[in-house]
C-alpha cells in the first residue's frame, strides 16, 4: 500500500472522542491555568533546543521563531492586566531566553546545509511571521468529496515553488514570483497530509511576503479550502485517537492554520491532547516510550522516507524529533495566543460576545472561540 494509502486508511477508522478536562477559559482562573500548562510546556521545550541547538534543523528552527512572535503577541495583550502577570513575566523570560538560542542556531545551520539556510534564510528572519489580526472559522461544505489518491506531491517541487516565491534562488531577483508549474501544484484539488499542508504553506508565505498580485488575489480562498480539509484531517486524527505517525502533521496542521487566522483549531481538546504527548524529561515531542516501536517505525519509515527523513526530520535516539517539538511549540504558541485574545480577559461574559463570523462547524464542543475585538 502507497504510504498515503496506509495514512489515509488510520485516518478513515472511527474511535471515540474525549471530551476536555482542562477548566473552561472563561474565567481569570481557568485562563490563568491554561496559561500556566502551556508556558510549563514550552519552558521544558525551550531547555531540549537548547540542549540539542547544534543538531536543530531549520525547519525546527521556523516553529520557534513563530513561537517568539507569537509570544510577543500575548505579552502586548497581557502587558496591562494585573491578574495575569506572573504568566507574563514567563511569557517574558522565555522570550530573553529564545532570542539568543535562536540566533546561535543560525550559526549552526551555515555550518550544516549553506544552501538550504539561504534559500530558506526569510522565513527564519524576524519580522517574516505576523499574527493573525482577523480571525475566521474553517467551512465544512468546503471538504473535499474524495481526496486524489495518488501520492504524487514531491517536497522537493514544493521547495523549489517556495523559493521562487520567496525570491532566494541562484537567478531570481525579485519575490512573489510564480511559475505556471507551481501554479498548479499549489492549486490542485483533492490533496490530503503533507500535500494539503504544504500548499497551505505556500500562501501563508505569499502573504507572510506581501504578494497579493495574480492568483494571490485569491489567497484567501484557497487557504479557506486548504484548512477546511486539514480541520477534517485532524478531526480524523481525534477520532482515531491520535497515534503517533499523525501527531505530526496534526500539529503542523494546527500551526499553519492558526496562524492563517483560523480559530477552530484551537480546540481545548486538542490542547490536552498535545500536552500530554510531551516527554516531561527531554522536554521534547517524539515517539512515545510505550508506542509499539515496530509498528510504528513502519509506518513513520513509509510517511516520511525518504523525502522528510532526510533534511527535514531529526529522530534523536531517545525517541524526541526535532520536528515534532518546533510543530508542538508553534502550535502551543497559538494556542497561548489565542487564549490572551480570549474575550473573557476584559471581565465580559463569553456568551455575549461570542459571534462567530460563520455558523459553527459540526462540532464545536471545546473549542475555544476566539472573536476579533
Ligand atoms: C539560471 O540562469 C541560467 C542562465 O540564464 C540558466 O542556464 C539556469 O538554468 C538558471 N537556473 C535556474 C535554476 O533557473
Ligand atoms: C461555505 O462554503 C460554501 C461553498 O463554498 C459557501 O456557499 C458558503 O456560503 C460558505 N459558508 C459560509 C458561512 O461562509
Not at 32 to 58: C, G, Q, V, Y
Not at 126 to 146: D, E, Q
Request: glycine share 6%; aromatic share 10%.
Amino acid at each position: 500500500m502507497s504510504s498515503l494509502g496506509l495514512l489515509l486508511l488510520l485516518l478513515l477508522l472511527a474511535g471515540p472522542l474525549t471530551p476536555s478536562s482542562l477548566p473552561p477559559p472563561d474565567t481569570p482562573e481557568g485562563k490563568a491555568t491554561i496559561a500556566s500548562l502551556i508556558l510549563s510546556a514550552l519552558e521544558r521545550a525551550t531547555f531540549f533546543l537548547e540542549k540539542r541547538l547544534p543538531d536543530i534543523n531549520l525547519d525546527s528552527v521556523v516553529g520557534f521563531r513563530v513561537l517568539e512572535v507569537q509570544l510577543k503577541g500575548v505579552q502586548d495583550e497581557w502587558a496591562q492586566d494585573p491578574r495575569l502577570r506572573p504568566q507574563s513575566l514567563r511569557v517574558g523570560n522565555l522570550m530573553r531566553e529564545l532570542e539568543p538560542l535562536l540566533h546561535r542556531s543560525i550559526s549552526y545551520l551555515k555550518l550544516s546545509d549553506q544552501r538550504y539556510l539561504r534559500e530558506f534564510q526569510p522565513t527564519i528572519q524576524p519580522g517574516f511571521w505576523k499574527l493573525p489580526h482577523i480571525w475566521t472559522h474553517t467551512n465544512t461544505s468546503m471538504v473535499y468529496p474524495m481526496l486524489e489518491i495518488q501520492d504524487s506531491f514531491s517536497e522537493e517541487h514544493s521547495d523549489a515553488c517556495l523559493v521562487h516565491l520567496l525570491g532566494t534562488g541562484t537567478n531570481s531577483s525579485r519575490p512573489c514570483r510564480l511559475s505556471d508549474f507551481c501554479r498548479t501544484l499549489m492549486t490542485k484539488p483533492g490533496c490530503s497530509g503533507y500535500c494539503l499542508s504544504h500548499q497551505l504553506l505556500f500562501f501563508l508565505s505569499a502573504r507572510m511576503k506581501g504578494c497579493t498580485r495574480g492568483l494571490f488575489r485569491q489567497s484567501q480562498r484557497y487557504m479557506d479550502l486548504f484548512c477546511a480539509n486539514m480541520m477534517d484531517m485532524n478531526h480524523r486524527a481525534e477520532a482515531i485517537g491520535y497515534p503517533y505517525p499523525v501527531q505530526d502533521l496534526f500539529m503542523e496542521n494546527i500551526m499553519l492554520c492558526g496562524i492563517g487566522g483560523f480559530s477552530d483549531f484551537y480546540k481545548l481538546r486538542w490542547l490536552e491532547a498535545i500536552l500530554s504527548w510531551q516527554k516531561l524529561q527531554e522536554g521534547c515531542f517524539g515517539r512515545p516510550d510505550t508506542e509499539d516501536a515496530g509498528f510504528s517505525n513502519a509506518i513513520q519509515h513509509q510517511q516520511h522516507a525518504p523525502r522528510r527523513v532526510k533534511r527535514r526530520e531529526k529522530l534523536f535516539a531517545d525517541g524526541c524529533s526535532s520536528h515534532n517539538t518546533a510543530m508542538a511549540v508553534a502550535a502551543l504558541g497559538g494556542f497561548l495566543y489565542a487564549l490572551a485574545q480570549y474575550p473573557a480577559a476584559n471581565g465580559e461574559p463569553w456568551q455575549a460576545t461570542l459571534a462567530p463570523p460563520m455558523a459553527p462547524v459540526s462540532d464545536s464542543g471545546g473549542s475555544v472561540p476566539v472573536v476579533p475585538r
